[in-house]
């Protein structure tokens, strides 16, 4: 799981905007409009596989969903090796189209894993390893931020993912055998927010939709805001991309450290709490970015800035990774982490990156970052009222099918 959010962060995110524009010398707006269709067929076809896979019974098969697991990874590599001989646009839509499929079909296959390998209990601490891993890796190891350095470590990734997963999905051990069979139990099978209903009786309340709409903003918010700051170079070269790696390991440990707090939290808290301290650390942060863009414009930027953004996205991705399984039964998870992670995370992010990539060029650095920061207020406000007002969530919760 680390490795491939590692490679949608990188490789997928930031490294085709490079080859984009560097290779195949596509303008800001052509790019947008290809990346929003990334988006669109993604979702589309993490949606159609996930109903697919509830339908076929193939969410409560271990072995099935290590075989699918296989076929993403080797579709992956190959295509990510591909990669360079794309010289044209046409060719380029193509390749997008097919990482779509890709993308699309391992959203619900290894989202849906979690009911077989993490009990409830530690989601939240599963989950914070995940993230911490992936954040720690991309901060310290990604001073190069091009096409060609995230493909070479995208492909040592995927190499080893194709060996991995090739030989557990065809592996015949006890052990497997064991772990096939976990999500009958309850401690894995029942979702921390999965609730019965008396008479046996069961419905869909409506706490997946808000999560789902919640989650979408979060993730919204952060790539509106963040593609923008990269194309400022004081911003990066000041943290992320900064030739000091005392300034890279202090961001990669910040992300570290809030992913293990996120997971202290996670499993302690309701979500709502932390969807709130999510949109304030994000208005918080902007609120700092736009200040010190109308005061000391063109000045390095200060640690504190990258410091809470890291913050902030280590917590959001911890709940991204629990989230979905724990509102979720073996039968139903396929359908929720395509709803939750293609629908919100996947939609958000790519169609805030094309948006950010058309305002480049027409909206000035501080208005955009001004945006970006009343967005993030606004929903900080919102949560801030579900907080203490409650909602119609709290009577609906999710129901055992």
């Not at 193509?94 to 890709?102: C, D, F, K, P, Q």
Request: contains cysteine; proline residues 3%.
């Amino acid at each position: 799981m680390s490795a491939g959010y590692y490679y949608n962060l990188t490789f997928v995110q930031l490294g085709l905007e490079d080859f984009a524009a560097r290779v195949l010398s596509l303008s800001p707006r052509a790019f947008a409009l290809d990346m929003a269709l990334l988006a669109i067929l993604t979702c589309l076809t993490a949606l159609a596989f996930g109903f697919w896979m509830q339908r076929q019974d193939w969410a409560c098969c271990l072995r099935t969903k290590l075989r699918l697991a296989f076929g993403v990874v080797l579709t992956q590599t190959m295509l990510t090796a591909a990669a360079p001989f794309v010289s044209h646009e046409p060719g380029f839509l193509i390749w997008l189209a097919l990482t779509s499929l890709a993308l699309g079909v391992g959203v619900p296959v290894m989202f849906s894993m979690t009911v077989d390998l993490v009990p409830v209990r530690q989601r939240g601490y599963a989950a914070a390893l995940t993230t911490a891993v992936t954040y720690f890796a991309a901060a310290v190891l990604s001073s190069e931020w091009s096409f060609a350095a995230f493909r070479c470590q995208s492909l040592i990734l995927l190499t080893a993912g194709t060996f991995g997963m090739g030989i557990l999905s065809i592996v015949n051990h006890p052990w497997m055998d064991a772990l096939s069979s976990q999500h009958t139990r309850p401690e894995f099978a029942i979702g921390r927010y999965v609730r019965k209903k008396k008479l046996g009786q069961s419905r869909m309340g409506n706490r997946l939709p808000g999560l789902v709409l919640i989650m979408f903003g979060i993730y919204f918010v952060d790539s509106l805001g963040f593609l923008r700051l990269l194309k400022t170079p004081v911003y990066m070269q000041s943290a992320w991309q900064s030739p000091d790696l005392d300034i890279r390991m202090f961001i990669a440990g910040v992300h570290g450290v809030g992913a293990l707090v996120g997971g202290v939290l996670y499993t302690a808290l309701r979500e709502r709490p932390l969807f709130l301290w999510i949109f304030g650390i994000f208005g918080l942060t902007h609120l700092q970015y736009s200040f010190h863009i109308r005061v000391a414009e063109g000045a390095a930027g200060i640690l504190s800035m990258p410091m809470l953004y890291a913050l902030a996205v280590s917590l959001y991705t911890v709940i991204n990774f629990a989230l979905w399984a724990d509102l979720s039964t073996p039968q139903t998870i396929s359908v929720n982490a395509a709803l939750g992670v293609a629908l919100s995370a996947w939609t958000a992010t790519f169609l805030s990156t094309a948006l950010s990539i058309l305002w480049s060029d027409s909206l000035s650095l501080a208005v955009h970052i001004q945006i970006v920061d009343a967005l993030a207020l606004l929903f900080f406000l919102v949560m801030l009222a579900l907080v203490y007002f409650g909602s119609p969530l709290d009577q609906n919760r999710e129901v055992l099918n």
